[in-house]
């Protein structure tokens, strides 16, 4: 009996490894032969869409789940609704406030956020807030805003459900007529650069969409020269003598440190740009 059974465990065995094989390989030959169609003007499967969304859901609870909410205040909120009206609604839109037209047919849609606070909570918002969604449209605000900042726009999107179109389109287009709020100092230097931080900081820049970096995926680019072997060479673009400090000030000011450069400025912080010079030069693998 017990010689059976084994026989009718191994033969499910098989049959399961036999069909995850033979899946791999239609995956494949459909991946090969061009047949996958990566339109945006065709919607994924309906039963992608909700593999996708319970994804998203069972990791943010996962993620989110020591993150402690502060109190969340009316004076928070207002000051989020300037944050909202600069970074969020021509994506999200808001009540009587319709998207940009190009964010229309993003796919997937990034949808008002008006229900948000019924399927999230606020430690939950503040994750995705700083984290973002990788394979969509919504960025990491993490290094682009201070936590403060952050926490403010979880306060306005929680009023969000509050507000009728009107007093949506009314608060949002006297945001906008206001002067604009000085931006924060930046934040105090740590003694010792984090080269961690700086090799997601490097993704943040999007420095991948340019260069080749090992240690990073990522397409295969060839815009700018492979960042590699960084700390073997003598000096960085052809010329600042190779070092941290001289990284940061090309990270942060290439246009100055070398008129007519391709190299964009891309406001990079100093916190950040140290971070990112010492995974460069010495924590690559």
């Not at 807030?129 to 999107?157: C, Y």
């Not at 650069?193 to 970096?213: E, F, K, N, W």
Request: charged share 20%.
């Amino acid at each position: 009996m017990m010689r059976r059974g084994r026989l009718v465990l191994l033969t499910m065995l098989a049959t399961l490894a036999a069909a995850l094989m033979l899946a791999a390989i239609a995956a494949v030959v459909m991946v090969r032969m061009g047949w996958y169609d990566v339109g945006a003007v065709k919607q994924h499967f309906q039963p992608t869409f909700k593999l996708l969304e319970l994804g998203l859901r069972y990791s943010v609870r996962h993620h989110a789940r020591e993150i402690l909410a502060p109190p969340l205040t009316g004076g928070m909120a207002q000051r989020g609704a300037r944050l909202y009206a600069e970074h969020c609604v021509q994506c999200h839109g808001a009540p009587g406030v319709a998207p940009e037209l190009a964010t229309l047919a993003l796919q997937p849609s990034p949808g008002p956020l008006v229900h948000m606070t019924r399927r999230w909570q606020p430690n939950e918002l503040y994750w995705l807030v700083t984290n973002g969604v990788k394979m969509t449209a919504m960025p990491a605000w993490e290094f682009r805003l201070s936590e403060q900042e952050r926490w403010q726009l979880v306060a306005f999107i929680g009023e969000l459900p509050k507000l009728s179109p009107q007093q949506g389109a009314a608060m949002l287009a006297a945001v906008r007529n206001t002067e604009a709020v000085p931006a924060p100092p930046e934040q105090p230097l740590d003694d010792r650069p984090d080269a961690r931080r700086g090799r997601v900081a490097l993704t943040q820049y999007a420095c991948r969409s340019c260069h080749m970096i090992p240690g990073l995926p990522g397409p295969s680019v060839d815009v700018g020269p492979p960042l590699r072997d960084l700390a073997r060479q003598r000096y960085i673009a052809g010329y600042l003598p190779t070092s941290e400090e001289n990284m940061v000030r090309w990270l942060r000011h290439p246009d100055l440190v070398k008129p007519g450069t391709a190299m964009p400025a891309l406001h990079v912080t100093e916190a950040d740009a140290r971070d990112m010079a010492h995974w460069l030069l010495s924590a690559q693998p």
